[in-house]
C-alpha cells in the first residue's frame, strides 16, 4: 500500500513540473556577443611604373631608284616652259630627263607604234596628248590608269578646270591624264580699229549702227563683212574684217567655232550625226560668206601661223584663235599691232575646246618615276610658275594666282573662254571627226559642193565612225 502511495505521489510530482514549465513565459533570446566591423584600412597602391613603349621604327617606302625618264613633247610654247625648271626636278630625285620634241604633224606617228609595244617596252615614259587622241588611246588600253597614283599621294586634282577634265583629263569616270595646257578658242580683235572714235563714227555714218565687238556669230560675219573695204581709194582692200585658217585641215576649227556658237554639236544625245541639220547647215554658209566676202582669197591656204602673220602685219581686224594667240602679237618685235589687241569670249559663248594632257602610257618602262614627273610639273608651284612665263593656264588656282593675274590680265577672260567652250567627241575615232570636216568644208569652199551637200556627205560619214564605237553605245 505504501509503494502504491510513494508511485502515485511521485506520478503526481512529475506532472506538474511539466505543466510549470508550459507555462513559465518563453525565454528571452540570448545575444550573440557583438562582432565588430573590421574596417580595412586603406590599400596604399604602388605606382604602376609603365614601361616605356618603343615605337617601331616607320620604314618608309623606297625612294624610286634614280633613272632616265624618256619624254616626247610637241614643238609648242607650254613645251619650252617646262624645260625652264627640268633641272630642278633632275637635281630633287636624281632622275635624268631625256626630251624628245617634235612637230605636230610628226608625233602621233612616232606614238602610235610605241603605244602598241608590250607593257613596260615602249621608248618614253611619259607622253603628252592631244585631245582628238583621246578616245583613240583610251579605248586600246595604251594608257596607265592615275586614280591610285593621285590616291596615294594625296594629288589635287580638284583644282583643275571640270571642262578641261572632260576633255584631256577623264573619260567614264577613270583618270588618264593630268590636263597640261589649252589652246581653247576665242574673239581676237583690234582696240586701235574698235575703240577709235573716228573709225567708230565713220562706221555709223555708213552703216547706221555702233561698232562694237560682236557678241553672236551673225554680228561677227556682220561686222566684219562692214569693215572690208579700200580705205585710201587706191583700188586695194586696205583692212579685211577678219582672217581665218581655212586651209585643208584647220578648217575643221574655224567650222566648229561657227557651229558652237550657233548652239549646235557634231551629234545629238543619241550619237546621231547633227551637222546636216538647219544650224550646221547655217554655219557653213556663213563660212563661205565671210570667205567670199571679209576675207583674202589666199586664206584657204592659210594655218594658225598664216593667219597670225597676217594679222601681226595689220591687215586684218579681227580673228577667231586660240587663247595663246594674242601674247604672241602683243610682242612688238614680230608684231605692227603689239598692245593693240584684246582677247574676248567667242561670238555666241562657245567656242572649240582645245587642250593637250599629260599622260604615262602602259608601255612605260619606268612608271613610278613618270608618275614623279607628273606630280612635280603639275605642282601649285611649278604650275604657276609656268604661267607666270606665259603658259596657258588650265588650273583655277594658276589663273586666281594675283601674281600672274598682275602679269596677264587678259587670263580672266580666258578662264571664261574654257569654262564655256564645247569639246571634240570623246570616242575612239575622234581623230576622224575633225579630218572629215575639214574634207567637206574645203569641198565646199572650194566650189565643189553646196554647204548642204557638204553637210549631208559628213552627217553620213559621222554616222558611219560612231557605229560599234566601245565610247557610244551604238
Known sequence: ???????????????????????????????????????????????????????????????????TINILFETVADTDFVLEYVAEFEAATGHKVNTEIVSYLNMKEKLTPDLASPEGAGAYDVIVIDKQWVGEFVSADWLWPLDDFIARDNFDYSVYIPAMVDLVGKVNDVTYMLPFYNYSSGLLYRTDVFEDDDFKAAYKEEFGKDL???????????????????????????????????????????????????????????????????????????????????????????????????????????????????????????????????????????????????????????????????????????????????????????????????????????????????????IASSAQVPDKVGLYVSEMLAGEKTPQEAMDALADVLNEIVIGDPLTGR
Open 1 to 67: 500500500m505504501k509503494k502504491k502511495l510513494i508511485l502515485i505521489f511521485s506520478s503526481l510530482f512529475i506532472i506538474l513540473s511539466m505543466l510549470m514549465v508550459s507555462c513559465q513565459p518563453a525565454a528571452e533570446p540570448v545575444e550573440e556577443p557583438a562582432v565588430e566591423e573590421v574596417v580595412d584600412e586603406p590599400v596604399v597602391e604602388e605606382p604602376v611604373v609603365e614601361e616605356p613603349v618603343v615605337e617601331e621604327p616607320v620604314v618608309e617606302e623606297p625612294a624610286v631608284p634614280p633613272t
Open 212 to 426: 562694237v565687238v560682236p557678241t553672236t556669230i551673225p554680228e561677227y560675219v556682220e561686222v566684219a563683212k562692214n569693215l572690208t573695204k579700200d580705205y585710201d581709194g587706191d583700188g586695194e582692200i586696205d583692212l579685211y574684217g577678219a582672217i581665218g585658217q581655212y586651209s585643208r585641215n584647220p578648217v575643221q576649227f574655224e567650222y566648229a567655232i561657227t557651229l558652237f556658237g550657233l548652239g549646235g554639236w557634231y551629234y545629238d544625245e543619241n550619237w546621231n550625226a547633227a551637222v546636216n541639220s538647219d544650224i550646221g547647215v547655217q554655219a557653213a554658209e556663213y563660212l563661205l560668206d565671210l570667205y567670199h566676202n571679209a576675207m583674202p582669197e589666199a586664206a584657204t591656204g592659210y594655218g594658225f601661223s598664216e593667219q597670225r602673220e597676217f594679222m601681226a602685219q595689220g591687215k586684218a581686224a579681227m580673228m577667231l584663235t586660240y587663247s595663246w594667240m594674242k601674247a604672241t602679237l602683243d610682242d612688238p618685235e614680230v608684231s605692227n599691232v603689239a598692245g593693240m589687241v584684246d582677247f574676248a569670249v567667242s561670238p555666241g559663248g562657245h567656242g572649240a575646246q582645245g587642250g593637250w594632257g599629260w599622260a604615262i602610257p602602259k608601255s612605260a618602262p619606268n612608271p613610278e618615276a613618270a608618275w614623279q614627273f607628273l606630280a612635280w610639273v603639275e605642282s601649285p608651284d611649278i604650275a604657276t610658275r609656268r604661267g607666270l612665263l606665259g603658259g596657258a593656264p588650265v588650273r583655277y588656282d594658276v589663273f586666281e594666282d594675283p601674281e600672274v593675274l598682275a602679269k596677264f590680265p587678259q587670263n580672266e577672260v580666258m578662264k571664261l573662254v574654257i569654262e564655256g567652250a564645247k569639246p571634240i567627241p570623246i
